[in-house]
């Protein structure tokens, strides 16, 4: 049996044959376009590093809205300047302040500022989080992802990267801006850049513990309103409770130490226990780690929770029905 | 030389046996897997591009092992599932730009490529609105895209004319034809519509319930029976009687008659006895073997491979 | 003015199946547990537990509870399009979204003011009707957010995200460095009938009842209204 002798496939077929070389098809009556048929590759194919790193800047790109839609361009780039008004000010009064005499330090640590814009970070992670991992879930998208050369957890570990390097922008560049802020104040350069180095590097931490447990839990549903509800849920209860609960063990009952113990129970008191401890800043909660037991324990919590994170999204994804 | 080949290859779930002891060797062309749904067509994809396991058994693609050495396989081959996979807020070209390069592509080639190949598949100026507002053809179309941007070897299609209206189900049954002929690339399609494969493929597979019923090149399914289908403008019974009169053994399918070949001069006897009769022949051509057949008599067909 | 039974059944049964419920009941009994907690190991007075539970349920709880529930009757519906099983039967549009209000108010009462209450009595007993105040002022809470956030759902598909907006910047931020911006506040307006039932000087708020009591009741209706009349020209256009 013949396949259906189409006169237009039997003369395309005909013409791409006579062209395979890449050479156009004749001169065509408005000149303008050229079937040239069919062109095989045989350019580069780069492997799994390189395709992992070009997922890496996809989604990255994806967490602040480039490339996309307007529509989803709004909520990540209006946060990120959210973020980054009130350390304009803070820079702004820092000058000013420092000419006339008044202030001899930033009005606010480096290392609280996170803290302070937690509501708007609560929220970057609560939305860009589930865009990042629930869009391939909702749109079954996974099994052209897995069918490529990428494997499965470098799926996991190119996403984790964006969302953290994200997150650490959008902590860093304010940060940055407090720090030339303080430099134009004419503040004392070294003290400055020790604090704000300290910062940053609680702002790294920041970034992965709170990337880790928002994907963990955007990916637990292909809703991305389930997913946004979720991390709020989790990052916002947890704050309000530990630090509840500091205040009445720590202020009213006078027990700094217990008091310091409770910071484990939200990631962001545990993330400025780390700080403290580590790090010799102020606490931004009503109470830091109060011994040195304290202190490795929440190092050591962080970075439990970071490498757990990491290894329930792995199993996650290879568990994952396609 | 075949590109596709599995040695006793089982998938159990719990309750459900999808694949059992399934052995085929598929060689390059266009192949079809044809099988009700439930079959097990879709599950032998999987497994061939390492989207799920085995629970025993071999396969091998393009002569590398699909559980050993999937990784390789995976660049060199299409893949265009039967359920929606795309992304509502993405226009094709993005999309298809993504794929290429999650697929190895270096990004210039890229976009080349991607220009190219959603030309080939007949999408041009839709290509820049987001895939949400697509139709089901033109979703089907991108589907196909994004697994011939790479420029693979191979690739399995998994039900390609779901959803799709009559026209769009032949354009994209001629597209198909094309991805062998013109772009040389192989082609495993599936589809639980077992006449339109027959239209387009070199050889087909036959599952039912995850084991093999045949297979075999699409020429010696549908090669002639002995048997001439006839069909009159009236008085089917009386031909009928007249024909048996003469000596042949005739059967009934609805409308047709079914006359058994005995000769060259089968085709005289059965004019004249229509003439005869003052009737009017509309049909008289050669009866030929459907693929459906095979489901009927499955262990007789069997036994003819 | 009624609601339709088989609506409601269906709600409560989709709200309440499953993973949901675990959620909501978690989030109760964590409050309790906290509640059981600090009253056997701390040494709390009534003005430190109202502290408390104003901080955790009517501040955090009660606006997530909200959140949850409100949007959570309707918007997976929206979602994934089988709402338009609901909107093509013979029922009013204001029925609709009256029978799931119904189920909205009646998990939030039981799972976040209740346990509020409970919370309130595990603490101070019932000295100062702190216990009483608070489970009332959840009350009212609970059922404006349920009606704003039912509206949210329906008239926008980011409901969630408009309504955590609303929640945690609006509600905590603004409420705290924009005295007048507080007189539109849920919570105040919750805490202000707090404040009328608890012995006086135990609870402040910003806004006196009348004023809370009213735009509570306006808001409620207001929303409950315009989210049947924003029902009826729903349109289900693609995706995102």
């Known amino acids: 049996m013949q396949p259906p002798s189409d006169p237009s496939s039997a003369s395309s077929s005909a013409s791409s044959s006579a062209s395979s070389s890449g050479l156009s098809s004749g001169p065509s009556p408005t000149g303008v376009i050229h079937d040239i048929g069919y062109r095989g590759y045989d350019g580069p194919r780069l492997g799994r590093r390189a395709v992992a790193r070009a997922l890496f800047v996809h989604s990255l790109r994806g967490v602040f809205g480039i490339g996309r839609s307007a529509k989803s361009k709004v909520l990540p780039v209006g946060l990120s300047v959210i973020m980054c008004v009130p350390a304009l000010v803070l820079a702004v009064v820092t000058v000013i302040g420092a000419g006339r005499g008044l202030l001899d330090d930033v009005p606010l640590d480096y290392s609280h500022y996170a803290m302070v814009l937690q509501a708007a970070l609560a929220i970057f992670l609560a939305t860009q989080a589930p865009q990042t991992v629930s869009l391939d879930l909702r749109f079954n998208t996974l099994p052209l992802y897995v069918s490529r050369p990428l494997e499965r957890p470098d799926y996991v570990v190119a996403k984790y990267a964006a969302m953290t390097l994200g997150v650490f922008l959008l902590l860093a560049v304010p940060l940055l801006i407090m720090y030339v802020g303080a430099l134009f104040a004419e503040l004392p350069a070294g003290d400055e850049t020790a604090e704000v180095a300290a910062a940053l590097v609680g702002a790294a931490i920041y970034a992965l513990v709170l990337s880790g447990l928002a994907l963990l839990i955007a990916s637990l549903t292909s809703r991305r309103g389930f997913g946004v509800a979720g991390i709020i849920t989790t990052l916002v209860m947890t704050y309000a409770v530990a630090t509840a609960l500091q205040g009445v063990v720590g202020i009213d009952n006078d027990d700094a130490v217990t008091a310091g113990w409770l910071g484990l129970i939200s990631p962001m008191t545990l993330v400025d226990g780390v700080q403290v401890w580590a790090l010799g800043t102020d606490p931004a909660t009503p109470a830091g780690p109060a011994s040195d037991a304290t202190g490795i324990t929440f190092v050591l919590v962080t970075l439990a929770v970071v490498v757990g994170c990491l290894g329930l999204l792995v199993a996650r994804y290879r568990k994952v029905r396609l | 030389m075949s590109i596709i080949t599995t040695d006793e290859l089982t998938k159990r779930y719990p309750g459900v046996t999808a694949l059992d002891r399934l052995t085929v060797s598929i060689e390059p062309g266009v192949v079809g897997l044809v099988g009700a749904n439930g079959a097990g067509k879709s599950t032998l994809l999987k497994i061939l591009l390492g989207l799920n396991d085995a629970t025993s058994g071999q396969a091998t693609m393009l002569g590398l092992d699909v559980a050993a050495e999937g990784p390789q396989i995976r660049g060199r081959v299409g893949y265009m599932p039967e359920h929606d996979c795309l992304p509502a807020d993405v226009s094709a070209t993005e999309f298809v730009v993504h794929m290429a390069r999650m697929s190895g592509l270096p990004s210039s080639a890229a976009r080349e490529r991607t220009a190219d190949t959603l030309r080939h598949v007949g999408l041009y100026e839709e290509r820049y609105r987001p895939i949400g507002g697509y139709s089901t053809g033109m979703r089907q179309r991108v589907k196909l895209a994004q697994a011939l941007v790479h420029d693979p070897e191979l690739v399995l299609l998994d039900e390609p004319t779901n959803g799709l209206d009559p026209a769009g189900r032949d354009e994209m049954l001629a597209l198909i034809r094309r991805v062998h002929t013109d772009f040389g690339i192989s082609v495993l399609v599936t589809s639980h519509l077992l006449g339109e494969l027959e239209r387009i493929c070199d050889h087909v597979v036959v599952i039912d319930a995850g084991v093999l019923l045949r297979s075999s090149s699409t020429a010696d399914f549908t090669r002639a029976t002995q048997q001439l289908a006839v069909e009159v403008t009236a008085e089917a019974d009386a031909v009928a009687r007249t024909l048996t009169e003469a000596g042949l053994k005739v059967g009934r399918d609805a409308n047709l008659l079914l006359v058994e070949l005995a000769g060259d001069a089968t085709y005289d006897v059965v004019r004249d006895a229509v003439a005869q009769l003052g009737q009017g022949l509309v049909r008289l051509e050669p009866r030929r073997h459907r693929i459906a057949e095979v489901f009927e008599g499955g262990a007789r067909d069997a036994a003819a491979v | ?240």
Request: aromatic share 8%.
């Open chain 3, 1 to 240: 003015m009624g609601v339709n039974n088989t609506i409601v059944r269906l709600t409560a049964r989709s709200m309440l199946g499953g993973r949901r419920l675990y959620l909501l009941a978690g989030l109760a009994a964590l409050l309790l547990a906290l509640a059981l907690l600090l009253r056997l190991f701390a040494d709390v007075s009534a003005t430190d537990s109202a502290e408390f539970i104003q901080a955790v349920s009517l501040g955090t709880l009660l606006p997530l509870f909200g959140l949850i529930v409100g949007t959570g009757t309707i918007g997976p519906e929206i979602d994934d399009g089988s709402v338009v099983y609901l909107l093509a039967k013979p029922v009013s549009r204001h029925v609709i979204v009256r029978s799931k209000l119904a189920v909205a108010v009646t998990t939030t009462v039981t799972f976040a003011a209740v346990p509020t209450f409970l919370a309130g009595l595990i603490m101070v007993g019932d000295r100062a009707g702190i216990a009483l105040a608070y489970g009332i002022g959840a009350l009212v809470a609970g059922i404006v957010y349920s009606a704003l956030f039912l509206l949210l759902a329906v008239a926008t598909r980011h409901a969630v995200i408009f309504g955590l907006v609303y929640a945690l910047i609006w509600e905590s931020l603004v409420g705290t460095f924009v005295p007048g911006a507080r007189t539109l506040s849920v919570q105040q307006w919750a805490l202000s009938v707090a404040e009328s039932i608890a012995s006086p000087g135990v609870i402040t708020a910003d806004v006196s009842l009348g004023v809370a009591l009213t735009l509570a009741a306006v808001v409620f209706v207001a929303a409950t209204w315009y989210a049947g009349e924003r029902l009826r020209v729903l349109t289900l256009a693609g995706d995102d």
